[in-house]
């Protein structure tokens, strides 16, 4: 139901504190904020929006005193259901007019940023500097937000090396669920530097990866480390999927490579149907620039061109590596090591056009939340340990090659990203893409010359409710090797595969920041 039902005392307190630009009840824009790339939750009764942190605390005290729910939202690049409200009578708050990056200091090498702050905006401000977070980004940064971030773990830029982005947070400032303003690490001494994390027991890591239900995140403060002078990149095919997945856990036992990823024969098509990333003229312009100088820029572009869509076969597995570091000699000898393990697992070396393309464009538009022909998209992942990588990929291609007849009536397909995440994290997302029709929030993100170019589909809801018991059944597949997850939100059963013991302090924690249930409720199955 779309019709607005908050109580009129709490919809003129919301405007007298926010104004008209921070309150709305407009049906288009509340389906809109609902949404996620996966599925449509229920339709909020309102969306609120503060530019400030002190609206943000006076909106939610007042949320709270009224006994009303608020689901915060970030860029809105979740697939997990995890800010989408699963019953009526709630409000969505949207952090985004939160954009001010509060404080660079280079001095103690941290940077404080609010919750809406883009990561690509975060990127362009430090860069200048050549400074950079040591976890500097999903793939998404264009929309994703630092908040959203934290709220949610994400993987790419820098977790080969340094993990994911909790652990580059430093501390936080968290309204609760009353209203209440409170900062973590040495951010909560009288003081107020937050240069240090651990100071006392780590309330910074009670908020990363909650999915918004401990409390809201108002803002970040993030180490620095200085942006590396030197990166290489190099990228092999192998003729099997076992050598490539055991090549992605010895490179990733190193430690040496910044960002290691890997797609299989099937997701590798995926990329192959897509415009040509080395046609596109702005594409070639950033890989030259990203180069340093004009004759090595121009030679890199080059490869790049002469490579076209032809640098990978549809029918092999690729990995695909980056090494930065600050002696050119130093990466020259870090890629010669991790070059050496890919040919020993039988990787044959190929173009690096890959990684080059991606380090040099690092947050495009998020034309990619749909297939190449208009198709559906939703990935759904899992990180086990090192050691058990290979093998989870192995269970998922059998539990794949179980449910083929019915994948193929509904016309649905899939493919996997693989990536690891420092030297004990192996990701890997089985992704998905069938004939669907659109969601508004495709038709808000992805870009309008893009969408014209796409096939449209009619309603399938068949073939979404196949979708969903798939995914369902890679969640459980990925629970029965302990897998942990990004974004839990409301797709994967983190309180029901807890021990005992732990779930318990989890909602015991959860009742003393959150006693009414009005922030986030049913994220984390709380």
């Given at each position: 139901m779309d019709?607005?039902?908050?109580?009129?005392?709490?919809?003129?307190?919301?405007?007298?504190?926010?104004?008209?630009?921070?309150?709305?009840?407009?049906?288009?824009?509340r389906?809109?904020?609902?949404q996620?790339?996966?599925?449509?939750g229920?339709?909020?009764d309102?969306v609120?929006?503060?530019?400030?942190?002190?609206?943000?605390?006076?909106?939610?005290?007042a949320c709270?005193?009224?006994g009303?729910?608020?689901?915060?939202?970030?860029?809105?690049?979740?697939?997990?259901?995890?800010f989408t409200?699963?019953?009526?009578?709630?409000?969505?708050?949207?952090l985004s007019?939160?954009?001010?990056?509060?404080?660079?200091?280079?001095?103690?090498?941290?940077?404080?940023?609010?919750?809406?702050?883009?990561?690509?905006?975060?990127?362009?401000?430090?860069k200048?500097?050549?400074?950079?977070?040591p976890?500097?980004?999903?793939?998404?940064?264009?929309?994703?937000?630092?908040?959203g971030?934290?709220?949610?773990?994400?993987?790419?830029?820098?977790?080969?090396t340094?993990?994911?982005?909790?652990?580059?947070?430093?501390?936080?400032?968290i309204?609760?669920?009353?209203?209440?303003?409170?900062?973590?690490?040495?951010?909560?001494?009288?003081?107020?530097?937050?240069?240090?994390r651990?100071?006392?027991?780590?309330?910074?890591?009670?908020?990363?990866?909650?999915?918004?239900?401990?409390g809201?995140?108002?803002?970040v403060?993030?180490?620095?480390?200085p942006?590396p002078?030197?990166?290489?990149?190099a990228?092999?095919e192998?003729?099997?999927?076992?050598g490539?997945?055991?090549?992605?856990a010895?490179?990733?036992?190193?430690n040496?490579?910044?960002?290691?990823?890997?797609?299989?024969?099937?997701?590798?098509?995926?990329?192959l149907?897509?415009?040509s990333l080395?046609a596109d003229?702005?594409?070639?312009?950033?890989?030259?620039?990203?180069?340093?100088s004009?004759?090595?820029?121009?030679?890199?572009?080059a490869?790049?061109?002469l490579?076209?869509r032809?640098?990978?076969?549809?029918?092999?597995?690729?990995?695909?590596?980056?090494?930065?570091?600050?002696?050119?000699?130093?990466?020259?000898?870090?890629?010669?090591?991790?070059?050496?393990?890919?040919?020993?697992?039988?990787?044959?070396?190929?173009?690096?056009?890959?990684?080059?393309?991606?380090?040099a464009?690092?947050?495009?538009?998020?034309?990619?939340?749909?297939?190449?022909?208009?198709?559906?998209?939703?990935?759904?992942?899992?990180?086990?340990?090192?050691?058990?990588?290979?093998?989870?990929?192995a269970?998922?291609?059998?539990?794949?090659?179980?449910?083929?007849?019915?994948?193929?009536?509904h016309?649905?397909e899939?493919g996997?990203?693989v990536?690891?995440l420092?030297?004990?994290g192996?990701?890997?997302e089985?992704?998905?893409?069938?004939?669907?029709?659109?969601?508004?929030?495709?038709?808000?993100?992805?870009?309008?010359?893009?969408l014209?170019?796409?096939?449209?589909h009619?309603?399938?809801?068949?073939?979404t409710?196949?979708?969903k018991r798939?995914?369902r059944g890679?969640?459980?597949?990925?629970?029965?090797?302990?897998?942990?997850h990004?974004?839990?939100?409301?797709?994967?059963?983190?309180?029901?595969?807890l021990?005992?013991?732990?779930?318990?302090?989890?909602?015991?924690?959860k009742?003393?920041?959150?006693?009414?249930?009005?922030?986030?409720?049913?994220a984390?199955?709380?």
């Open positions: 019709t607005a039902t908050i109580p009129a005392p709490l919809k003129d307190q919301l405007r007298q504190i926010l104004g008209e630009a921070g309150y709305s009840e407009d049906v288009a824009l389906r809109l904020m609902s996620d790339i996966w599925a449509a229920v339709t909020a309102f609120i929006a503060p530019d400030t942190v002190d609206a943000l605390q006076a909106a939610v005290r709270h005193g009224a009303v729910a608020l689901h915060p939202r970030g860029g809105g690049m979740s697939y997990t259901s995890s409200p699963d019953r009526a009578g709630t409000g969505i708050l949207d007019r939160l954009n001010r990056i509060v404080e660079i200091n280079a001095a103690s090498m941290y940077v404080t940023a609010e919750a809406g702050v883009t990561w690509k905006q975060l990127y362009d401000a430090l200048p500097l050549g400074l950079r977070t976890f500097w980004g999903p793939l998404s940064g264009l929309s994703s937000t630092v908040g971030g934290v709220s949610q773990n994400n993987a790419f830029f820098g977790a080969g340094y993990g994911t982005t909790g652990d580059s947070v430093m501390g936080l400032t309204i609760l669920a009353d209203g209440t303003r409170v900062r973590t690490g040495t951010g909560a001494t009288r003081v107020g530097k937050p240069f240090w651990s100071y006392g027991p780590d309330l910074t890591g009670l908020f990363c990866g909650d999915s918004g239900a401990m809201i995140k108002a803002e403060s993030f180490r620095l480390v942006w002078e030197h990166e290489d990149w990228s092999f192998f003729s099997s999927r076992d490539c997945a055991e090549a992605m010895a490179v990733a036992r190193e040496i490579a910044c960002e290691v990823f890997g797609f299989d024969p099937a997701l590798t098509r995926v990329r149907k897509r415009a080395a003229t702005k594409t070639l312009a950033n890989v030259m620039k990203a180069q340093g004009l004759l090595k820029g121009l030679q890199e572009g490869k790049v061109a490579a076209g032809n640098f990978m076969e549809a029918e092999s597995w690729s990995l695909h590596v980056i090494v930065e570091g600050r002696s050119k000699a130093g990466v020259a000898e870090d890629m010669k090591r991790l070059k050496t393990i890919c040919e020993r697992h039988g990787g044959k070396e190929t173009e690096n056009s890959i990684p080059k393309i991606i380090r464009n690092p947050f495009t538009a998020p034309n990619t939340i749909l297939g190449p022909e208009g198709e559906r998209w939703v990935p759904v992942h899992g990180i086990v340990a090192m050691e058990d990588g290979p093998k989870m990929w269970a998922l291609d059998a539990y794949f090659a179980s449910i083929t007849d019915e994948m193929a009536r016309r649905i899939h996997y990203l990536t690891t420092s030297t004990t192996y990701l890997i089985p992704v998905f893409l069938w004939p669907e029709e659109l969601l508004e929030i495709h038709e808000e993100f992805v870009e309008p010359a893009h014209k170019k796409l096939k449209r009619a309603s399938n809801p068949e073939a409710e196949a979708v798939a995914r890679v969640i459980d597949l990925f629970d029965s090797f302990g897998a942990a990004f974004q839990i939100g409301r797709s994967y059963p983190y309180a029901d595969i021990d005992t013991a732990s779930l318990d302090l989890l909602k015991s924690i009742a003393l920041l959150d006693p009414n249930a009005t922030i986030n409720p049913g984390l199955g709380l």
